[in-house]
């Protein structure tokens, strides 16, 4: 983890896209509305021609990364486009062809404008599929006029009606806190998790009321790098009422920071961010908490909603003698249960729920999870009453239950012999109500000793509640490389899909059939608090003081 750096500020804008937009106005943005692609998955990016490869402009290459010019529409790779606006004065400002993001040749590096922002996501909404938010009408005529080549000025107000008229409608039908994430450059990844974080009930409960004020923060800190300062504010913008898409820009940026070896614009695996969010969550709000070196006592909001415990009991085959370990969790990893997988030659192929007569369910992976497990003869463990080591088995429980539970499907495989990756599509069937009394350690350990009563140790999970609630899905669709996730959070009983800045209220059966990877269940006394009306949180903070401003967000 990188050091934090006491003087933090926030990053100048660029001045040479301050320069172009002083110039040009919003004129090249409009235009090169013309030459932006959608895929199925949300991604946007730069064609001129959907039949031609870009090649740079100098050097004739295709490979790497391209941009594209703003002013002259000329395409360089990354190792001529310095040399291209050094040539040609006034050609600073490009955009990432690959992923559409504004880009200075002559800084280096992406820049944020969320007047581009806008033009790039009024595009995405004019491609959208006609039954989106019911603007079936005003898509279908925006697409004919386009067909009829009428001018870029009339197509850019139709788009801004568009969104214009999806955001009335979005406020008439859509409960609070449901508000659209702009895609910052191959972000979906946290998007998603953002989307399912800002739906957990303790952590909702926690910010909104104020527990962890970003103006006292500050007072007390000299370092302004603080994670949980930016997801409050987060909070304040999505549960303000305001239902144009948001801009974490702020956020990233921090995270970015803070998580060095996690900062590029590619594309992140969901949940190594997830688990990178709760460590600075607890690295600045644990700092004051007393706590333990397991953190079992860390009364965090990260490690008071989503810490457990795990019960490890390895068992000497030769003697009987059992060594048990405990370890803290935020969340459990299970395997699908491949046993029910076709033998196909194709590893992204989906496997849906009528094409096999048996699947995989949560219940089998999580029988799978807690099943004993016998260690192979490489990985003998010493046993303390043989004096020596001994084939053993394995079986994992859980001793303690968090009040958000969190389950993480392996759907990534990585082959270090074969030094290849690959992902699983199998369909998984998962419960919308778990109960987690088979998965505890006092039931295991009496389902090993033929179900006898005995006193379990103490604090046993008698008190514990062991029914959930499923509030929050994040999934996965696409290639390994190339993928989009998406998630599905249930308000009120009923899902809205959450798809960067798009929120669409959907059927519980697009949520089952859908590829689960992160699913996040809460206690169901939490559960039926989280159902009750959020009409009693404030619109804005105490004090009617207006939400802070940040640089780089909407």
Request: net charge neutral; proline share 5%; hydrophobic share 30%.
């Amino acid at each position: 983890m990188s050091k934090q750096n006491p003087s933090y500020t926030n990053p100048e804008p660029c001045k040479h896209l301050a320069d172009y937009k002083h110039k040009h106005g919003l004129n090249g943005f409009k235009t090169l509305q013309n030459c932006l692609k959608t895929t199925p998955y949300g991604r946007t990016s730069v064609s001129k021609h959907e039949s031609e490869t870009p090649r740079c402009s100098l050097c004739f290459g295709y490979q790497g990364r391209f941009y594209f010019c703003l002013i002259c529409s000329s395409i360089a790779c990354s190792g001529h486009a310095n040399e291209h606006s050094q040539s040609n004065r006034g050609h600073e400002i490009a955009v990432d062809v690959e992923r559409a993001e504004l880009y200075c040749c002559v800084c280096c590096d992406q820049v944020y404008d969320p007047d581009f922002d806008r033009a790039v996501v009024s595009k995405q909404f004019m491609d959208m599929p006609g039954n989106v938010n019911g603007a079936e009408g005003v898509v279908e005529e925006s697409n004919k006029k386009r067909r009829l080549g009428l001018g870029l000025e009339l197509e850019w107000k139709r788009s801004k009606r568009l969104v214009s008229m999806a955001d009335r409608r979005s406020k008439s039908i859509f409960p609070l806190g449901l508000r659209g994430l702009n895609n910052l450059g191959s972000t979906c990844f946290m998007n998603s998790v953002l989307q399912a974080l800002l739906q957990a009930p303790p952590l909702r409960n926690y910010f909104l009321n104020d527990r962890h004020n970003r103006q006292s923060c500050r007072k007390k800190s000299a370092d302004r790098l603080c994670l949980p300062c930016d997801i409050d504010v987060i909070f304040s913008a999505v549960f303000s009422g305001d239902r144009t898409p948001y801009s974490p820009a702020q956020f990233l940026y921090s995270w970015w920071q803070l998580s060095e070896n996690l900062a590029s614009y590619e594309q992140q695996d969901a949940h190594e961010f997830f688990i990178s969010m709760l460590d600075q969550i607890h690295e600045k709000e644990g700092k004051s908490k007393l706590q333990n070196k397991d953190n079992r006592d860390c009364q965090c909001i990260a490690h008071k909603a989503f810490s457990g415990l795990l019960r490890s009991d390895v068992t000497c085959i030769t003697c009987g003698f059992t060594s048990t370990t405990y370890d803290p969790y935020v969340d459990i990893s299970l395997n699908l249960d491949m046993s029910f997988c076709p033998s196909t030659g194709t590893s992204n192929r989906t496997s849906k729920p009528n094409e096999n007569a048996s699947m995989s369910t949560l219940l089998g992976c999580l029988d799978l999870f807690t099943r004993p497990e016998k260690l192979g003869p490489d990985q003998k463990l010493y046993c303390q009453n043989c004096q020596e080591r001994r084939n053993s088995a394995k079986q994992m429980s859980i001793r303690r239950l968090p009040v958000v539970l969190c389950l993480h499907i392996k759907r990534f495989e990585h082959s270090p012999i074969r030094k290849m990756s690959r992902k699983i599509d199998q369909y998984l069937q998962f419960p919308f109500s778990l109960d987690m009394t088979p998965y505890l350690s006092s039931t295991i350990l009496r389902n090993r000793f033929g179900n006898r009563i005995f006193a379990f140790e103490e604090g046993d999970e008698s008190d514990t509640c062991t029914e959930y609630e499923i509030f929050a899905v994040v999934t996965h669709s696409g290639m390994l490389d190339s993928g989009h996730y998406v998630t599905y959070v249930r308000v009120r009983n009923q899902w809205y899909k959450c798809n960067d800045a798009w929120i669409t209220e959907v059927d519980e059966g697009v949520v089952r059939a859908s590829q689960c990877y992160l699913m996040y269940y809460v206690q169901k006394g939490f559960h039926y608090k989280a159902s009750e009306d959020l009409s009693c949180f404030p619109m804005s903070p105490p004090g009617g003081e207006s939400y802070l401003q940040i640089a780089g967000c909407c």
